[in-house]
């Protein structure tokens, strides 16, 4: 396949969001704060993030701003693991400590080498502010995020993808969207878009969208758009 440009996700492909769990709990437990309870709520969150974006943003036509979700994900958990603290402020806490991520140690090898052969399009599920700084970490051709277009990558109404395939004006199997979640796959591949989905931790795919590539590690990724990085060049 011959690809003309590249789309990737920030958190969770470039970034690794779990950086920040425990500045985030260290927040909201103030002294009751311990490592395991950091680890275990952070984990239930998400689960409990991820199904309502489940049930409610990929099947809903309007969109919900990502910090109205976080405030919702803590409205539910706070009350169960009896917590007296804000939804809301946590919710601004959590989308603050976003933009503090840490880079995957792959991250910067790959946009410096891949983003010397083809345009490199930032495509994150996210509110605009979240982002911060991570937008600089590299010149990426464009960036695209659900805030800007008030839908996510799997929304039913597709508006997300399809503004990439109309931006650079080439046929969608010519883009390649590397990414850690289903939504990314999910959403990439409904428009025709060929689909790289980045499997750090030995994940089991379980939808029905399959991936065109399953890869590693952003060096994989790489290798798949005929790149080779040197693995030793950098500390894993």
């Known amino acids: 396949m011959e690809f003309r440009v590249v789309s990737i996700d920030m958190f969770g492909t470039l970034v690794d969001i779990g950086s920040i769990k425990h500045v985030v ?80 140690d792959d991250a910067m090898p790959f946009l410096d080498s891949v983003g010397k052969e083809y345009p490199i399009c930032l495509a994150s599920d996210t509110d605009d502010d979240m982002l911060g700084p991570l937008t600089q970490m590299y010149p990426f051709d464009r960036v695209i995020t659900s805030e800007q277009m008030r839908s996510y990558k799997a929304s039913a109404d597709k508006r997300f993808f399809l503004e990439i395939i109309d931006y650079y004006g080439i046929k969608p199997e010519h883009i390649i969207h590397i990414g850690d979640s289903n939504y990314d796959i999910t959403g990439a591949s409904e428009v025709g878009i060929t689909t790289c989905w980045l499997n750090r931790n030995n ?17 994989e990724a790489a290798s798949v758009l005929g790149i080779d990085i040197d693995s030793a060049a950098f500390t894993p």
Request: charged fraction near 25%; aromatic fraction near 14%; proline fraction near 5%.
């Open 25 to 104: 709990w260290r927040t909201f437990l103030k002294d009751g704060y311990t490592t395991d309870l950091a680890e275990r709520y952070w984990n239930r969150a998400t689960d409990i993030l991820f199904q309502l974006v489940d049930d409610q943003i990929t099947k809903e036509e309007q969109y919900t701003p990502l910090k109205a979700t976080f405030e919702t994900t803590y409205s539910k958990l706070f009350p169960e693991i009896g917590l007296d603290f804000d939804p809301k402020e946590a919710a601004l806490v959590l989308a603050h400590q976003h933009a503090f991520s840490i880079p995957h």
């Open 203 to 219: 994940r089991t795919w379980s939808h029905d969208a399959k991936p065109d590539y399953e890869v590693s590690s952003l060096i």
